[in-house]
């Protein structure tokens, strides 16, 4: 933050008079809040810094339902989301947007053109997000195409070949929602 002295502007004469002290520190103060707002609507310019406040308008504005479990991040990616998501709208377009909402490796999504089917499963860790990545994709894929969104959870088969004494520093929060854990 920048500081602030408006004393030393002044000429020495005046600088010395209590009134003129007392005036210039509030001025002070009041330079300090305006270069304190000016950095956060600077900040809030971009999407990857907003605060609540900027997201919330964000949000009303692309009319997104907000989730209270939802993080600030979460909110962003989401907003984030909206913003890539521009025409054309491809199977590459998909996936940078799903990459931004959920993450690189957080998804699963499998297109069957022969089929008519849109598959994409969303792991455990990018759980909260499943009902926006369903909203995108029914957005953007062609009327004759089924879209299917559903949670990929841990496999039995992914712990069947490990031994207890090999998984009992793990806690149950971290196989559950752990991203080394989930299907492969």
């Not at 001025?27 to 300090?32: P, T, V």
Request: hydrophobic residues 40%; charged residues 30%; aromatic residues 10%.
């Amino acid at each position: 933050m920048i500081e602030v002295d408006t004393l030393q502007y002044l000429p020495l004469h005046i600088a010395e008079i209590e009134e003129f002290k007392k005036i210039a520190k509030t001025y002070d103060k009041y330079l300090r809040l305006a270069w304190a707002s000016l950095q956060r609507e600077e900040l809030n310019r971009i999407l990857a810094t907003m605060d609540e406040s900027e997201c919330a308008q964000w949000e009303e504005l692309l009319h997104i339902v907000v989730n209270l479990a939802d993080s600030l991040e979460d909110r962003v990616n989401r907003i984030r989301g909206y913003h890539v998501s521009d025409l054309p709208y491809t199977i590459n377009k998909l996936d940078e947007v799903l990459k931004v909402v959920c993450g690189a490796d957080n998804y699963k999504l499998k297109v069957d053109n022969s089929k008519h089917l849109i598959d994409c499963g969303v792991k455990l860790v990018s759980i909260p997000m499943i009902d926006v990545v369903a909203d995108l994709i029914r957005k953007r894929a062609p009327a004759n195409m089924i879209v299917n969104v559903y949670a990929l959870f841990n496999r039995w088969e992914r712990f069947k070949q490990l031994r207890w004494s090999e998984i009992t520093t793990e806690k149950w929060g971290g196989l559950y929602g752990d991203k080394k854990w989930q299907e492969e």
